[in-house]
């Protein structure tokens, strides 16, 4: 065969190769009997005495599946048959290696036990990847036949639909955490109410009417946030759904702000609304965008000092609606900010009166809102300066738009 380029080369879409070939989770894992046997079907229609399943990432080539006496597991990318294989999208056939004088440097093809006969069909992932090869060699020169040829492409595209396949597994298991997660985290806060009614009701009978009003809402709540889940859990892609309806942001504020006051009181914090009447009325699930606004009011409250302030306030901007919580706590330097709405992530800020956090609610906040095709983010002059939430939401939601963030958010 014929080579218009140097037989070996590094293609400029190698790391989003290497990227989705790292999705697959498969480097460096041990040898299975499914991926051995699409190999040695694959050794019976060459009848060839070596077959091989590997894997290529920036350094290596990693052999999934080995049907040969040579001892290889792992090897340098560079200089491998394999490595130019996968450059090709067409199958790489060589009948008689020791007639390519570009292949005498390869271990595998120079000394008196070296392959002869090589051929090898790209592994293509479904986005046009090349991350491996299936290979057949043998130690003497030969020929292949297009109907040859045709079966190891066939077999070739088993070996990725066994990938995808468990890739979409995985992640159908990862959506499934994800959803406890944010189930988990939405209840933390109705109970915690519930725990503080019940602690103001033991100390002050008189004030079990409101309190009780507080644990009824809060216990319907909950049940609200399971149902969702199990109906979430059914959907047959796991895809996170917004239910769409109008939101008046004044009411929304209102409710929420009596949730919390029993909390503000206990460090002595003030909760400042500023929210026009005129505002005009939002599009969007209530639900989840209630549950943004809670835990970034119950952050405000757990990182701010005692006898402080808290601003909440909403404007129409255009198209949209803009949301702050400003606090006066402590702050965030550079690095927090960088990994403020990551899953688990430390800050550097304690909470003030022993609360705990689990590190999950503005990683969730931030995916209701990009749900929503919006935008959250932080602002803070530094620390022990205050920290300001900004919520951008569209006024007007289209259906269009829910799809797209859909897929979004599950990429």
């Known amino acids: 065969m014929s080579h218009k380029r140097p037989i070996y080369y590094i293609p400029n879409n190698d790391e989003l190769r290497v990227e989705k070939l790292r999705d697959y989770q498969i480097l460096g894992t041990h040898s299975e009997d499914a991926f051995d046997k699409i190999a040695l079907m694959a050794s019976q229609v060459f009848s060839c005495p070596c077959a091989f399943i590997t894997f290529i990432d920036e350094k290596t080539a990693f052999v999934k599946s080995n049907l040969s006496s040579l001892s290889v597991n792992e090897i340098n990318r560079e200089g491998t048959l394999s490595s130019i294989a996968i450059l090709q999208d067409n199958p790489t056939v060589f009948n008689d290696t020791n007639a390519i004088p570009e292949l005498m440097n390869s271990p ?6 070296g392959l002869r006969f090589f051929a090898a069909v790209p592994l293509k992932s479904p986005e046009g990847y090349n991350v491996g090869v299936l290979v057949v060699a043998d130690f003497k020169p030969r020929e292949a036949t297009d109907l040859q040829l045709d079966m190891l492409k066939t077999l070739s595209k088993i070996i990725i639909d066994k990938l995808e396949s468990r890739l979409r597994y995985r992640k159908s298991i990862e959506s499934q955490i994800n959803l406890m997660n944010i189930a988990l985290h939405e209840i933390k806060n109705p109970l915690a109410s519930i725990n503080l009614a019940n602690d103001i009701i033991r100390k002050d009978i008189t004030s079990a009417p409101r309190m009780t009003d507080m644990i009824k809402s809060s216990v319907g709540m909950i049940q609200k946030r399971l149902a969702n889940l199990l109906t979430q859990s059914e959907l047959e892609e796991k895809d996170l759904v917004l239910s769409i309806e109008e939101i008046n942001l004044k009411d929304l504020f209102t409710r ?10 206990r460090k002595n914090q003030t909760i400042e609304l500023h929210c026009d009447d005129s505002l005009p009325p939002l599009e969007g699930d209530k639900s989840k965008i209630s549950d943004v606004l809670h835990n970034l009011l119950s952050n405000a409250i757990k990182y701010s000092y005692h006898n402080t302030s808290i601003k909440v306030s909403a404007r129409e901007a255009g198209n949209y609606m803009h949301i702050e919580v400003k606090d006066e706590g402590q702050g965030l330097n550079f690095d927090d900010i960088q990994k403020l709405f990551t899953k688990f992530a430390k800050l550097s800020s304690k ?3 022993k609360e705990t956090s689990n590190g999950l609610g503005l990683s969730i906040s931030k995916s209701f809102i990009e749900l929503h095709r919006g935008n959250i ?8 300066k205050g920290t300001t939430f900004i919520v951008s939401l569209p006024l007007k939601y289209t259906k269009v738009n829910d799809i797209e963030a859909v897929a979004e958010f599950n990429a």
């Open 108 to 113: 595998f093809v120079k000394g008196e036990n």
């Open 256 to 265: 929420l702000l009596n949730n919390f006051e029993l909390l503000a009181n």
């Open 351 to 353: 909470p003030t009166g």
């Open 377 to 384: 983010y932080a602002m803070s002059p530094g620390k022990d």
